[in-house]
């Protein structure tokens, strides 16, 4: 794909940010022949879903579709029927990290001049984030350097009590949260933070995981949304269409 030049933007101006949608799974455990994004979803493929949403967001100024090579064909299919905005799209690797990777330096030119200031990253097995979640990670990224959003649970993640990272000695339940995604960072620091990985050969769980290791950046959570669930097993469909229903979508 043809790189786009990207122009400083004007003084007094806030750049885009670029949301990149990870689709480059295969998603085995939901049973079916074909990469789970793909699969049908009240009558659009999984994936347009997600990609419809941050279109629907101003302040997503570029948009990246993250594909194995293999979906060609699927891709085409989606961008030419379902999904109302320009998407760029970038190819894989064998790895979540690795595919983060190849779509941030698909990016790299562009945040180096300024060109886009804040980077997006969401699974697209996530197909019912909505607009507004999109748009208040992107304000708390903007504002203090990083964010997640996530819903408080009891096994995984803590965070420190003013919010502003992640403790492991905290346990009591009002800090322990399950994240989900987009996970949203200052751009120019989240290139260097997954060059850096790059270098040390460090695997990270999710985009955070990153920053927490290699960045002081201070990374915010937001409140998640319950809607906001990764399509697993074939039920996880039948329960997103239901939700698309009951919320006058379809």
Not at 44 to 53: D, F, P, T
Not at 57 to 69: N, Y
Not at 165 to 182: K, N
Not at 196 to 217: I, K
């Amino acid at each position: 794909m043809a790189e786009r030049k990207s122009r400083r933007p004007r003084a007094g101006r806030v750049p885009p940010a670029a949301g990149v949608v990870l689709a480059s799974g295969a998603g085995t455990r939901v049973g079916a022949e074909m990469n789970k994004v793909y699969l049908p979803l009240a009558g659009r493929r999984l994936v347009s879903w997600s990609l419809g949403a941050f279109a629907r967001v101003p302040e997503i100024g570029v948009l990246v579709l993250v594909a194995r090579p293999q979906d060609a064909d699927l891709v085409e299919w989606v961008l030419e029927r379902e999904v109302d905005a320009p998407v760029e799209v970038v190819y894989g690797g064998q790895s979540r990290q690795e595919s983060e990777l190849r779509a941030l330096r698909s990016l790299s030119s562009r945040i180096e001049d300024g060109g886009i200031d804040t980077v997006l990253i969401h699974d697209a097995a996530r197909p019912l984030v909505s607009p507004s979640l999109i748009a208040g990670v992107l304000h708390e990224a903007r504002e203090h350097g990083g964010a997640i959003p996530a819903l408080p649970s009891d096994d995984l993640v803590t965070v420190t009590s003013d919010g502003t990272g992640f403790a492991e000695h905290e346990r009591s339940p009002s800090s322990i949260v399950r994240a989900q995604t987009p996970q949203g960072f200052r751009a120019a620091p989240l290139l260097e933070v997954y060059e850096r990985a790059a270098r040390h050969d460090f695997v990270g769980t999710d985009t955070a995981s990153f920053m927490e290791c290699f960045s002081e950046l201070p990374v915010r959570w937001v409140r998640g949304d319950q809607q906001n669930f990764k399509i697993t097993y074939p039920h996880d469909l039948v329960v997103a269409e239901h939700v698309l229903a009951a919320d006058g979508q379809i």
